[in-house]
């Protein structure tokens, strides 16, 4: 049962983004795919849950470097859309 | 805890869906980035709460990587732009492929899982998209960044090539769907990253944009899978939200170039050339001087920036000379391609950078409505772009695709580096009216050029 509501809420969650834009100006382009892809980066709520030193030696150092990894992708990812963001803003008051 | 850690992973999915919401329109896209931004705080911080974490690694691993993120960003110019979002997209993908591997790495048999058959579908998901992601930008990076040569790379027998490797992913799938053996995961491990080169390595530079936002995609479906492996849902609905929005802008990189996804992955663009009717005329150079005088009897100035314009880091220059000619008395715009540069939005973010006024930026159709009004049109190292075969020329491999009508101004300035063929090797035969003269040279010296004889 689980599964299918997992099944359930990820089909619900690809219509919705389907449907969250539409016509996004030119302008924002970069911005939506470097934010976007730092949500992405949510893969690090994994990373985390794979490091237990009680699962063995592999497992842990796997998780350890994916959280490394996944770390650099969202903290990167915000900062350097916010970047670009403050640049549109400035010139657009 | 359990329930709390669900709840928060419910708030944190709705201020994702916020968030990219938000990013979609300019007043609150900032807002929109910041609160997704909260969103993954909350989900990382209440992850913390889960019992038997082994925390002192768990606290160097945020810190190396928050740390390097955290440089990364500060550091990168504008016109690395492309490049970086690339680089970060592969990092989030092998990530994805690690969760799984690390999934499996726990419990080989996924006996403590109810769906074992499931599951090991799932890591081999996550794997297999996890790692195109990864090798796959690694190569856009590679490319993008001019550490390896930008234009499309095939060698014969490539589709037989693909062909293999995907037939024998689908063989060594099932076997490990079947019997959980680990030498089918590292096999897939292997063919999932060698796909993700060779995907990539045939795609020239101009089609760039589509492949990074496909990547972008990508990335946040390997992370749904990694969701999948592990039974976490805010995995799920994140990934899932990055991977369809992903192709949204995807499907508006290809409309901007009138083609098919399928078209841009598969059909080696160029290949099929040859037939486009020949360019007649010839190409007429003109000093900055005499272009000079020109420009400042002009009314109506139109900028149109190309992949040339970041190459020869021109944007500050070509700035100046707008603001100069605006205090000439001239009307001032710059029209933006949705393909032009190397990713979705790059001129946007360069002449942003610039500090050119929003008002002035315009978009393709927006400036096609006026262009028959404009004095002077002045290309910035575009070219496809601007390429008039795309609307006349029924042999070209780019009829149809949408292009800034350039050629319809009374004049046209071309800055150019020389007299070669764009990325897709074709000749663009606006060079070559009788309306159009071109000025040779890096951007940056031509528009500083331009800028002193106005200055003198």
Known sequence: ?93 | MEFIINLSYIVASVLFILGIKMLGSADTARKGNRLSAVGMLLAVVVTLLESGLDYPWIVVGLLLGGAAGMVWAKRVQMTGMPELVALFNGFGGLASLLVGWAEYAREKDFAGSEYQTFTAFAVIFAILVGGITFTGSLVAYLKLSGKMSGSAMTFPGQKAINAVVFVTLVVVGTIFIVTHAGWALYVIIVLALALGVLGVIPIGGGDMPVVISFLNSFSGIAASAAGFVIFNNVLIVAGCLVGASGIILTVIMCKAMNRTLGNVLFGSFGAAAGKSAAVEGEMKAISTQDAFFILEAAQSVVFVPGYGMAVAQAQHAVKELGSLLESNGAEVRYAIHPVAGRMPGHMNVLLAEADVPYEQLCEMDDINAIIETVDVAIIIGANDVVNPAAAEDEGSPIYGMPIINAYKARTVFALKRGKGAGFSGLENSLFFRDNTRMIYGDAKETMTGLVAQFKG
């Open chain 1, 1 to 93: 049962m689980e599964l299918i509501l997992l099944i359930f809420v990820f089909v619900l969650a690809a219509f919705l983004g389907f449907e969250l834009i539409q016509k996004v100006p030119s302008q924002l382009h970069t911005p939506l795919m470097s934010g976007s892809n730092a949500i992405s980066g949510i893969t690090m709520v994994g990373a985390i849950l794979a490091i237990r030193s009680t699962d063995g030696e592999l497992g842990m150092w796997l998780g350890f470097v994916a959280l490394i990894l996944a770390t650099i992708n969202v903290v990167g990812g915000y900062l350097v859309t916010d970047r670009m963001l403050a640049m549109f803003k400035k010139k657009g008051k």
